[in-house]
């Protein structure tokens, strides 16, 4: 009978100690439920939710139901909006079709513009047009200019062409260069071709070149060249090597080598070893006799 009782306390002594963690336990699995219906997703249980809760959630399905609506989004049930939220839904939905229409985007619906609105709409789809047309845009109408806006998108067009035709940008009609604008330009596209030659970039022509030009590409040229054979880059050209760099280079990797394998780290080929160097680092790993 002892034993029994023993046991029976023992086992009310281990639920009293696990009823906090279960509760604790149940009491998150609710506030995830509560989150997610508020937030609308499919793991929602409705049943477990309290008469409170329930009003939450309501509030907030009704909150994302005005939200969607306001930005466009589904899913909106105007039904489900009161008089107000109507209304300023309108408010809403027609200043952004007025700002669709002054933009240019093609949602805009010029019929439910008031005629001031449409007004408007016109004089900055005219504005763009210009505009359009001054930068070579396809989206230019010529049609719509007057004789002065055909002038002024004239005058746009050739300065455009002529600082295309300088920078190597864009679509450049040497045609329509005058004779200092060519001047210019053929200058512009000499400096351009010279940069790129002494940079290595592959729009160079060596031929149009002068001889110090020419000379200061080759002078790059060797420096980059060098500057991989240090760096055991996949690009050197030891052939483009003078005697001088040759030696250096050598004198180098045999330092690196020699104290790769005297500290253990990197790269260690015995057998370019010196004797001396050799019989250096095999005194050093000599054991200590004690």
């Known amino acids: 009978m002892r034993v029994s009782l023993k046991k029976r306390f023992w086992l009310q002594a281990a639920c ?16 995830e439920n509560l989150a997610n219906c508020k937030a609308g997703r499919e793991t929602c249980r409705r049943t477990k939710l309290t008469t409170s809760q329930l009003q939450e ?7 994302r139901n005005v939200a969607n609506c306001r930005n ?24 952004r079709n007025v700002s669709d229409c002054n933009e240019g985007v093609h949602s805009c619906d010029t019929s439910k513009l008031t005629p001031p609105e449409a007004h408007d709409a016109s004089v900055a789809a005219h504005k763009r047009n210009i ?3 001054k930068d070579g845009n396809g989206a230019c109408n010529q049609s719509d200019l ?3 806006e055909a002038g002024e998108v004239a005058v746009a067009r050739h300065q ?9 940008m864009g679509i450049c009609d040497h045609a329509q260069l005058n004779t200092l604008e060519g001047k210019e330009v053929a200058a512009a596209e000499h400096q351009r071709n010279a940069q790129n030659c002494e940079r290595g970039w592959d729009d160079c ?3 149009k070149l002068t001889p110090s030009e020419a000379g200061q590409t080759g002078y790059s040229e060797h420096s980059r060249n060098l500057a991989a054979c240090k760096n055991g880059q996949e690009t050197c050209d030891y052939s483009q090597l003078t005697p001088p760099e040759t030696q250096l280079l050598a004198d180098t990797e045999r330092k690196r080598n020699y104290t790769a394998c005297l500290k253990g780290y990197g790269y ?3 057998s370019r070893l010196t004797p001396a160097e050799a019989g250096e680092i095999k005194a050093q790993r000599k054991p200590v006799v004690q």
């Open 16 to 31: 009293f100690g696990l009823w906090p963690i279960l509760a604790l336990s149940q009491s998150s699995n609710l506030d």
């Open 57 to 63: 959630v309501a509030l907030a399905v009704h909150a």
């Open 72 to 95: 466009g989004y589904l899913p909106c049930d105007r039904s489900k909006l009161s008089d107000s939220e109507a209304t300023a839904l309108a408010v809403a939905d027609h200043q």
């Open 131 to 133: 505009s359009d047309c």
């Open 146 to 148: 007057t004789p002065s």
């Open 160 to 168: 455009l062409n002529a600082s295309d035709c300088k920078n190597g």
């Open 205 to 207: 022509d060596r031929s």
């Open 268 to 270: 260690c080929d015995v």
